[in-house]
């Protein structure tokens, strides 16, 4: 059939079964936006309040249902908007498909009005990106966009269409839905390496990441650390992989990890890694890490292996068709010793845990976990209410934490749960500070427009509270511009976007805000005041190893 670039766009978004996408309209790709119209009871559009935020949210609906997210923007500062988001993706992993709108092909090159390069802009923190210039390749480049943002190690891809190219004619037919790339195994020999290894050590140590979430390796992972008697750690991607309660998880390794998880990496004999960066925020010291250690990665990217730490076997490779090879080769064996020492590193991690009644940001996270259905996605902005959620959240399902590791992105958060909320059809949960809630809450609007079900809890210490912190610890209590202290009624604010909430000062109040929040229907803010001299811990202080790790004020 013929049909114009701009249905094309939308018929092949269907063949993919893509059920929802998140943009803003404007000039250039007002052809798009008059398709979907036409096929608005086939597709859901969601419509942001501002590019950024439509991005994170397409992040957070990838993240949460395993799914390429859509996010769809006009040329020019539309275009430039989803750049933190794309990047923010990039560095996490997240299979991401952006679609732009740029000025015609002829007036390319003309600083046409809004006229930006923007797949020169976003080449580094995309996969591929595409520039569209004759209209009988755009339906295959776009079902390539998909394959790519879904095969190997995934993330996101960029497509610029100029408007003449929507509104060109050409021949369709309709395709199957593309398929990833097939998936493959290390090769057998380097996995005899490793198993060999694995079986020689005394004290083996499981650290895996979101590359476990995106390969459905979480069984195979299990098995071996049954097998071998390992204890599990995680990176800040690897959280909700597997059940927090799972008895041999000891949790979040890294700059703000669990003091046992942190500890055990750090006497191991043998880490066995699985889709992991092993970025500064895991190793510190990069150069004096796991010094005593042989060091296994494997990933599906071969550009990680050895990039960040020196591996004495580095297996390229699915997790899940690797880890099965390699459950084959490996001993079954009991560690009691092992064990023993890991115990102890649980006791002295539960005698460092803050056990204040009063409301603490551990308190509060503790008391949020009471309300989380097992459904329930969480996202969280950047900073310490990132880290006291990631301590201490419990999850039982896979896919449901969602949070800007890589990147570090302060306004991911709004964004992310309403992306979840349509991703799960269920009600989604944010964590965030005062300083990042205030970077994008402008996506309030776009929660309650869309009737979605969200709480927020916003950590209110009246400051940037992770750079104060550095501050405090290593700068002499220099705070230069991190106490913000604004005048800001979040309470207020939620009323006028249309949402509900309250602020809260007491551990009491908290419950009772909890009560009402995840009884009402539609988006709730909870003002949280915390004290702006409480800190993340444990930590590794900058340049350190785990030898190094402050669990309490003053060490």
């Not at 989803?82 to 000025?103: E, K, Q, R, W």
Request: charged share 25%.
């Amino acid at each position: 059939m013929i049909l114009s670039g701009a249905d094309i766009v939308i018929e092949v978004l269907l063949e993919q079964e893509c059920d929802v996408i998140f943009g803003y309209p404007g000039a250039q790709v007002i052809d798009i936006y008059d398709s979907l119209y036409k096929y608005k009871d086939k597709i859901k559009h969601v419509l942001g309040a501002h590019e950024q935020g439509a991005a994170h949210a397409a992040d957070g609906y990838a993240r949460t249902t395993g799914k390429v997210g859509v996010v769809l923007s006009t040329s020019g500062p539309g275009a430039t908007n989803l750049v933190t988001a794309i990047a923010t993706a990039h560095l996490d992993s997240v299979p991401l498909v952006a679609i732009c709108g740029n000025v015609a092909t002829d007036k390319i090159g003309t600083d046409s009005f809004q006229e930006i390069d923007i797949t020169g802009i976003t080449l580094p923190i995309t996969k591929h990106n595409f520039f569209v210039n004759d209209i009988s390749e755009l339906a295959q480049t776009l079902r390539e966009a998909f394959r790519l943002a879904m095969s190997g190690r995934r993330g996101p891809v960029l497509v610029d269409i100029p408007k003449d190219v929507q509104t060109a004619l050409c021949e369709y037919t309709k395709a199957e839905k593309i398929t990833q790339d097939e998936a493959f195994a290390a090769k057998d020999m380097r996995i005899k390496e490793a198993a060999e290894c694995i079986n020689r050590a005394k004290r083996p140590y499981i650290y895996f990441g979101g590359g476990i979430i995106a390969a459905d390796a979480q069984n195979e992972m299990l098995k071996l650390a049954e097998k071998i008697d390992a204890p599990l750690g995680c990176s800040l991607m690897g959280i909700s992989a597997i059940a927090t309660n799972e008895p041999r998880f000891l949790g979040m390794q890294g700059m703000h990890g669990h003091y046992a998880s942190t500890m055990a990496m750090h006497n191991a004999d043998c880490i066995i890694s699985l889709g992991v960066r092993f970025n500064n925020r895991a190793t510190c010291d990069g150069e004096n890490f796991a010094k005593n250690a042989d060091v296994i990665h494997i990933d599906v990217d071969g550009s990680e292996l050895c990039k960040n730490v020196p591996t004495d076997y580095g297996l390229r490779g699915d997790l899940k068709l690797t880890l099965e090879k390699l459950l084959s080769y490996t001993d079954k064996s009991e560690k009691p010793l092992w064990q023993k020492q890991i115990e102890s590193f649980k006791q002295d991690e539960y005698y460092y845990n803050d056990k204040r009644d009063t409301l603490t940001p551990r308190s509060a996270i503790l008391m949020l976990n009471d309300y989380l259905d097992e459904n329930t996605a969480v996202a969280t902005d950047v900073g310490q209410h990132q880290m006291w959620s990631a301590q201490n959240l419990v999850f039982r399902k896979n896919r449901r934490f969602l949070s800007s590791g890589g990147l570090g992105t302060m306004g991911y958060g709004l964004g992310a749960a309403i992306g979840a909320y349509f991703g799960t059809n269920e009600r989604s949960v944010l964590v965030t500070g005062d300083g990042s809630f205030g970077m994008c809450l402008n996506e309030l609007a776009t929660a309650v427009n869309y009737d979605t079900d969200i709480v927020i809890l916003i950590m209110n210490n009246g400051a940037l509270g992770m750079v104060r912190q550095w501050q405090t610890m290593f700068f002499d209590r220099r705070y230069s511009s991190t106490v913000i202290d604004r005048k800001t009624d979040f309470t207020a604010l939620a009323k006028a976007f249309g949402a509900d909430g309250e602020r809260v000062e007491r551990i009491d109040e908290l419950k009772q805000a909890f009560d009402r929040a995840f009884s009402f229907k539609g988006v709730y803010v909870i003002d949280c005041v915390i004290d702006k001299d409480e800190l993340v811990l444990p930590m590794l202080p900058p340049n350190g190893t785990s030898g190094d790790i402050i669990v309490k004020v003053g060490d």
